[in-house]
């Protein structure tokens, strides 16, 4: 069973940043899409970024445009998000993914093309 693992959640003001990184061992990285989906709580999970499986593509959610960059590293298998200008808005639980293309990890009812949901990490922004 694939599972993905994602870190460097935690505290921090408004307008500060975070990175977070989601390793991704135990199958072929590289030919993947990969995203970050968020879930606050008593809210649905929703989607945030995705990239595709080269690097050369990435695709946003419009509430974090200018804010947040995803990146990936195929030879770490590990995708990252740098997020700036953090808002409290942006407080929840972050997952990471893999699909079949960036653009329809952005389409509702969104599953995994591999593994399942993992833990995530806890983005808490206070104002």
């Known amino acids: 069973q694939v599972q993905l693992v994602e870190s460097g959640g935690g505290l921090v003001q408004a307008g500060g940043s975070l990175r977070l990184s989601c390793a991704a061992p135990?199958?072929?990285?590289?030919?993947?899409?990969m995203g970050w989906f968020r879930q606050a709580p008593g809210k649905e999970r929703e989607f945030v970024a995705a990239i595709s499986w080269s690097g050369d593509n990435t695709y946003y959610a419009d509430f974090v445009k200018g804010r947040f960059t995803i990146s990936r590293d195929n030879a770490k298998n590990t995708v990252y998000l740098q997020m700036n200008s953090l808002k409290p808005e942006d407080t929840a639980v972050y997952y990471c993914?893999?699909?079949?293309?960036?653009?329809?990890?952005?389409?509702?009812?969104?599953?995994?093309?591999?593994?399942?949901w993992g833990q995530g990490t806890q983005v808490t922004v206070s104002s």
């Open positions: 135990g199958f072929t990285f590289s030919r993947y899409a």
């Open positions: 993914a893999a699909g079949f293309t960036d653009q329809a990890m952005g389409a509702p009812g969104f599953k995994p093309a591999i593994g399942d």
